[in-house]
């Protein structure tokens, strides 16, 4: 199962690294792990980072269906 989750990107690289670091941290901690990343044009530009984990039986589609 993938995932993707948008990071805007900072005036500097440091700051950029560390929003990327923060949020790769987050996710691994509910068991997702960066794949890639992407930059994502327009105002303001974003990155894109692809996480993937096993899918957990039936736990994501019995949330999907009770919305």
């Keep these: 199962m ?3 989750e948008l990071v805007r ?3 500097f690289a440091e ?3 560390d929003a990327i670091t923060e949020k790769a941290n987050e996710m691994e901690l509910q ?6 990343s992407s930059l994502v044009y ?3 530009m974003k990155i894109a980072l ?3 984990r096993e ?3 039936g736990s ?4 999907q269906a009770a919305s």
Aim: avoid cysteine; charged fraction near 20%; aromatic fraction near 14%.
């Design 2 to 4: 993938y995932r993707t």
């Design 9 to 11: 990107q900072r005036a």
């Design 15 to 17: 700051d950029t690294a």
């Design 31 to 36: 068991g997702w792990k960066l794949v890639t």
């Design 42 to 44: 327009g105002t303001p």
């Design 50 to 52: 692809v996480f993937w």
């Design 55 to 57: 899918s957990e039986q």
């Design 60 to 63: 994501e589609q019995s949330t």
